[in-house]
């Protein structure tokens, strides 16, 4: 049978097609191991549109009300990247807040993954918040050190490098300046052939089995070519935030087999890059089917602090000139901002003079906005600049003195970091915290059943009926709402 012809293509329809441009745009792409910023059709690199992800993963804007609430609650005034917006997004933030004010536990837990032997500036911002978090609410912290990861998904890395890498970060973490009291940080590795780890693992387990492949790859984008270890790691990293995979931290037998559903009802707050998101939906959309359910963990997401080359690059570990590490001499760190950092300025003196710069997308100005604590210096100086009264070399000076002096301390802190205090942070114990100390909506006491182990009593000693009780709860709901409402009318005054 012959095979039919060809449509015939003039002359003219080439000349069409050829003078058509090729749009050079891409969309954005964020994930836990790839972010990409957007390009347009001119493939010039746009800047993250956080928004549009905020949209898109169904997570809540941090508003003022959310802040407003958030300093009436805990008594101290939100921290410089919240009030800025840096962090800025959220899950059921104000679920911990409700927990707080009833005087109630709640974990922290936050992580890295370990991919060089020196973190830097950008990968410091979760841990310096966290460090905040945990000062404001005197909570319990777990840090994972992810090494398994990033020798899974890193081809070139070996295990003892990585392994080694997770060491060093641990001190660079621990130099931030955490309570060793309340602290525990571990190593995947090290700690998974411990033996502390029994409810964890059984955690680990219990919901590997409630994944199925679909999910995990639907999640992270994986395919058949993906390596097994891969696939089952998101779940390690989904039980690390129940509070059933530490009982040590609360003084609980970590030897027994069964475990504790008191643990397992303690929420987890996590402070993160929104790029690690995609694990935690996993988990919140399968937690209350643990045999023990757990409650889904809060979230607060950050931003990507810019790369030196500016709008739409993140830091990059393996790329020295994308970022100011924290081992980085005076001198480098000078060298870097002179010579790579993005400039919002104008090209000459005369027109920079005459149109002012952008702050918004000037890479020093962007430094020193994480940076800076004084709210009224950061305007004056966004001020001036757009006014062109403060030049490029102005800025990028400014930005110099604050890395400088935040590199500086953090290197002084880091040289008293010696192997015995890794040893102690890494040490599975008892922590020690103290929680809200004057709760102003405790939590309702509810029915207590006999001593038998029958019905619920009433006041008087006498079973309830179901009415009843469903009365009693009722109740007790209508006076904690009249409680929270009369709290927050008396902190406005």
Known sequence: M???????????????????PISKATAQEINPWDVQAAVDEEGNVKEFDYEAISQQWATKLIDSAMLERFERVTGHKPHRWLRRGLFFSHRDLDLVLNRYERGEDFLLYTGRGPSSDAMHIGHTIPFEFTKWLQDVFDVPLVIMLTDDEKFL??????????????RHNAKDIISIGFDVKKTF????????TSGYNRHFSLNTT????????????????????????SNAFAAKQCVAAFASS???????DTKTYRRSKQLAAIPCLIPMAIDQDPYFRLIRENCHRMDNPSPKPALIHSKFLTALQGAGGKMSASNVNSAIFMSDTAKQVKNKINTKAFSGGQETLELHREKGGNPDIDVPYQYISYFEDDDDKLKRLADEYRKGELLTGDMKKECIETMTQYTKKFQEARAKVTDEVLEEFLRPRKLEWKGNPNPTNPKQEQPKESTEGGPMLDADGKPMTKNA????????????????????????Q
């Open 246 to 252: 530490y009982p040590f931290i609360w003084g609980e």
């Open 2 to 20: 012959a095979e039919p012809e060809p449509p015939a293509v003039s002359a003219l329809s080439l000349a069409d097609t050829a003078a058509q």
């Open 153 to 166: 998904f890193k081809e070139k890395l070996k295990q003892e490098e990585v392994y080694e890498f997770a």
């Open 206 to 229: 219990e919901f590997e089995k409630l994944i199925t492949n679909n999910q995990v790859r639907g999640a992270f984008g994986f395919h058949g070519s993906t390596n097994i270890g």
């Open 469 to 492: 009780m469903k009365k009693a709860a009722k109740m007790a709901e209508v006076e904690r709402k009249k409680k929270e409402k009369e709290a927050a009318a008396a902190a406005k």
């Open 185 to 192: 940080i571990f190593i995947d590795s090290e700690f998974f």
